[in-house]
């Protein structure tokens, strides 16, 4: 293979993979789930999780407001499942984020529960402008799976958790 051949193919590889990111899932009982997702446009996206015995879930993640998010979450996980601190400013956006430079007002957080923390720290925190998705994965096999994510507008990073049909559910971080 030519070196303009394998730069070519090293510059696509680079490319193609440099939009999209890791997340993981963790169940109660130990089982781990690898995935990757990608953001679309419009405040939507593309996620992909694979099990260990060679099982892909796939689906789309949507952008909604934090009324949606938490009637949902606690509707799917039980009330108090999740901790919020912050005004709801979501849906209407912040009045005050461009007058005078940078606005502190939207300092909201929010807390959940992970399965696989150490002991003593069975919680994990995101704050800052948040964002919430929603998403239904499916596998050809028809195992779906309904998730609630959550994240910072400042890192990127973020939490949250999945229901499969079945009842089991698993934490992720992203």
Known sequence: MSRWSLLVLLLACVWSSGCSYTLKMHARDGEQLHGRYRHGREG???????????E?????????????FVDGYEKAFGRGSIEWDGPDLSAAG??????????YATGESASGQQFNAPPGKAATVVSGPLFFWTAFLE??????????????????NGFGRCVNQQGMEYSVEF
């Open 94 to 103: 912040n009045v005050f984020s461009s007058l005078l430079g940078h606005s």
């Open 44 to 54: 939507r996206g593309l996620i992909r999780v694979a099990r260990p015995d060679g």
């Open 139 to 156: 596998s050809d096999r028809r195992t779906s799976m309904r998730c609630y994510l959550i994240g910072s507008a400042y890192t990127g």
């Open 56 to 68: 892909v879930l796939f689906g789309t993640f949507f952008k909604v407001d934090r009324t949606t």
